[in-house]
């Protein structure tokens, strides 16, 4: 600092008050500094400096107020934060006040009817300061010849309305009228709230809140100049859960295809219309109890169904909340056909009429595969059907015994002298040609 402006400063000041971080100062110095071209870096800072300041002066600089309830009207100033500040310098009516960051608020009371001008500088932590932004705003008056309403008493609930979603909850409770009141304010968590609210006489509802949660409100009254009263004692109110509701009822299932893809499986293809609030859906055969599912969308194939055969679904709709069901339908899964010549083209094939295994020669694996291939039938699929110990099979051998009656009756149709596990049964002309033929209806 140079010795004048040191010389200036000490003279210039008639008060120093320093509590909290808050620095009151007189504002002499600052204004001969501003008219010389310099930059006021703060009592503490150096006073005025001619360099240019490092930090940007703080945008956005307003100072805004209450609607004035008494002859003191609450008021606050604030600002952008600068970056690097490590203090503000804000100077209200000649009074100035050091913010530290960051913080870039400060709350003060003016008196109603009267102009405060104001300006505030971003300071780094070497005390070098920015230029000031300035802004004056002149506080309303208080209402002439109006008295200031009764504070009404605290409010008392009238009712939860069912919560519409997480964030749909409200809540309704009244007050007492107050004497020369023609209008109220609310108040929630000591500022005033208007959005969401509605108030008719000496009722509100309030609706966009949490649920649950719980908040607090307090009443303020306001005469016909807009004079408003203290706010009345805070009352605490609990908003009930939200509780989602079950999806609604599903429609028809739809079906899209059915194929089997060999003697013994079979799949279905279905479709559906979305249900309004269902999270997945399960398909259930109530014949089997068997659920399929879940599905998150609004199509689904089943497979391992048996080919030519009913079946029976219900299309149930989930959420968190529980589930519902359409109504019973009933399908048939599509049959077996072979993609590959008719029976009687397979059946009249050269080697089913050479001789059987007995004394004769049986046909190797590789011409029994030779064979059902182009029937369209896998070797597996042959061997499921010939496997006498597969109680499911039982009809099918019956069967053959009925026709056959000079073959073992032990509930499979083996070659002389062979057993269940011998799988020469296999490959007996006879009982491939009985399989194939009963393969192909």
């Known amino acids: 600092m140079k010795a004048g402006a040191a010389i200036g400063l000490a003279l210039g000041i008639t008060a120093l008050v320093a509590a909290g971080g808050i620095v009151a100062y007189d504002e002499i110095e600052k204004n001969k500094c501003s008219t010389s071209g310099g930059t006021w870096n703060g009592i503490f800072g150096g006073g005025c400096s001619t360099s240019t300041p490092t930090l940007s002066a703080p945008a956005n600089f307003k100072i ?13 100033a604030s600002w952008d934060a600068v970056s690097g500040a490590s203090y503000y310098e804000l100077t209200l009516n000649g009074t100035a006040y050091q913010v530290t960051a960051p913080t870039t608020s400060y709350g003060f ?38 008295s200031v309403p009764a504070t009404p008493g605290a409010p008392t609930l009238v009712s939860y309305p069912t919560p519409t979603g997480p964030q749909g909850g409200s809540v309704i409770f009244d007050w007492p009228a107050v004497a020369g009141a023609t209008s109220y304010e609310i ?62 009822t599903p429609g028809a299932l739809t079906e899209t295809g059915s194929q089997a893809s060999s003697v013994n499986v079979a799949s279905i293809s279905f479709s559906w ?49 529980g589930h519902t069901t359409g109504s019973s339908q009933v399908f048939t899964t599509a049959s077996y056909t072979s993609s590959g010549s008719s029976p009687q083209q397979c059946t ?15 046909p190797s694996w590789i011409e029994v595969n030779d064979f059902l291939a182009p029937c369209g039938i896998t070797f597996s699929d ?57 393969l192909m209806k």
């Open 382 to 438: 042959y061997q499921q059907y010939t496997k006498g110990s597969n109680s499911a099979n039982a009809s099918f051998n019956s069967s053959i015994i009925a026709t056959n009656p000079s073959r073992p009756q032990d509930g499979s149709y083996l070659i002389d002298g062979e057993t269940c596990s011998d799988s020469h049964m296999y490959r007996d002309r006879t009982y491939l040609n009985l399989v194939l033929t009963d």
């Open 187 to 248: 108040y929630h968590s000591g500022a005033p709230q208007t959005a969401g609210v509605t108030i008719t006489g000496t009722q509100a509802t309030v609706t966009g809140l949490a649920a649950p949660g719980i908040v607090n409100f307090a009443v303020a009254a306001c005469n016909s100049s807009g004079v408003c009263s203290q706010p009345s004692p805070t009352t605490e109110f609990t908003t009930p859960s939200y509780a989602a509701p079950v999806p609604a």
């Open 64 to 76: 805004t107020y209450s609607t004035p309830t008494s002859d003191t009207v609450s008021c606050t």
């Open 348 to 362: 009249s094939m050269a080697v089913l009429s050479e001789p059987n295994g007995i004394g004769g020669t049986q």
């Open 273 to 321: 219309a979305a249900v309004t609030g269902a999270q997945y859906y399960y398909i259930y055969d109530p014949g089997s109890g068997v659920p399929y599912g879940p599905y998150y969308g609004t199509s689904a194939t089943i497979t391992g169904l048996a080919p030519g055969s009913k079946f029976t679904a219900e299309l149930e709709a989930y959420n968190t909340a």
């Open 109 to 146: 009371t003016a008196p109603a009817g009267t102009t405060v001008a104001g300006s505030v500088t971003a300071c780094s932590t070497n005390m070098e300061c920015s230029n000031a932004a300035t802004t004056t705003v002149t506080v309303p008056q208080f209402g002439t010849g109006s």
